[in-house]
């Protein structure tokens, strides 16, 4: 793998929980929201938006669909994301930092689906924004405190954030709301909390959440966790304080049992382990 060193040293400084570990990029989605670029599915799920709608997302938003070079340079400090996605003029693909059997075919680089001829093939979106707010970023301490940005006071439109958590091997990561209060709809379509029980927004989905009830503690099934949070163009709210912990793994117990006998208060879900 190509590596930009300049780049690293630039990263390392600002995010300590970035690094090479066996050879592997470890954190490297959360980065700075990666240049602008972000990776928007439909309202409903995955692989849902055509091209019109993909469109109409990121600009909504205030951006447009980012360019293949925008992608790509995205993925070069380290945006990874295995979900197939619309381009500006209609190309579809998605950026592979990691290689892996599952996405990618095992390579790293641009996936690169081409020109669609169809816009009504459903997608999703990578939208560039340069002036979106980001935050958010790579946390390995034990415990932790998330605020939305500005909080207590409201926080703003157009905010996107990725908390990526990640504990010692063997930890689990529990989610604890102490506040939380964000422009009520009933499906969470204007702004959202999403937890997910992987190192990604594309697997592990946990749920998504607005409104100002407090919703139940969430504890990982491995020792990553990724909180994401967006606000759209208007309507804002007090924000939240969202803590985790890292717990430590449970008394070790002889084989099959120790997954089934743990798995009371723990997801379903096998994404979170890396
Ligand atoms: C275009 O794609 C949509 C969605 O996959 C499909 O329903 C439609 O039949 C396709 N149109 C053509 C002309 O292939
Ligand atoms: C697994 O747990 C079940 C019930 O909790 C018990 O009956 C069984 O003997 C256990 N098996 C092992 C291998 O410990
Ligand atoms: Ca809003």
Redesign the pocket.
């Known amino acids: 793998m190509v590596v930009f060193p300049f780049f690293f040293a630039l990263l390392w400084e600002r995010a300590p929980g970035w690094g090479f570990k066996d050879g592997v990029l470890h954190n490297s989605i959360w980065l700075e929201r990666a240049a602008g670029v972000y990776h928007r599915e439909g309202r409903s799920g995955k692989y849902q938006l055509t091209y019109a709608e993909a469109k109409a997302v990121c600009e909504y938003e205030g951006g447009h669909l980012a360019t293949y070079q925008q992608l790509e340079a995205a993925r070069k400090i380290g945006f990874h994301m295995c979900a197939a996605g619309w381009m500006a003029k209609g190309r579809v693909g998605y950026p592979i930092v990691k290689p892996g059997s599952n996405c990618g075919f095992g390579k790293t680089g641009i996936v690169d689906y081409g020109f669609r001829l169809n816009r009504s093939e459903r997608w999703d979106a990578y939208c560039y924004n340069p002036n979106g707010k980001d935050c958010g970023g790579v946390f390995t301490d034990s415990k932790y405190i998330f605020k939305t940005p500005g909080y207590p006071n409201e926080y703003e439109n157009d905010q996107i954030c990725y908390w990526h958590i990640r504990v010692k091997y063997g930890q689990r990561v529990q989610i604890q709301f102490v506040d939380f209060d964000l422009e009520e709809d009933a499906s969470c379509m204007s702004d959202y909390l999403e937890i997910y029980d992987s190192y990604d927004d594309v697997n592990g989905f946990v749920g998504r959440y607005c409104g100002d009830e407090l919703p139940d503690p969430i504890v990982s099934t491995g020792n990553v966790m990724t909180l994401k949070f967006l606000s759209d163009a208007s309507v804002t709210a007090g924000g939240f304080q969202i803590k985790y912990v890292a717990l430590d793994p449970p008394k070790k ?5 120790a997954t ?2 743990s798995n009371t208060n723990y997801l379903a879900g096998k994404f979170g382990i890396m």
């Not at 117990?253 to 049992?257: D, E, F, L, T, V």
Request: aromatic letters at 0%; proline letters at 0%; zero cysteines.
């Open positions: 117990s002889a084989g099959k049992n089934t006998q």
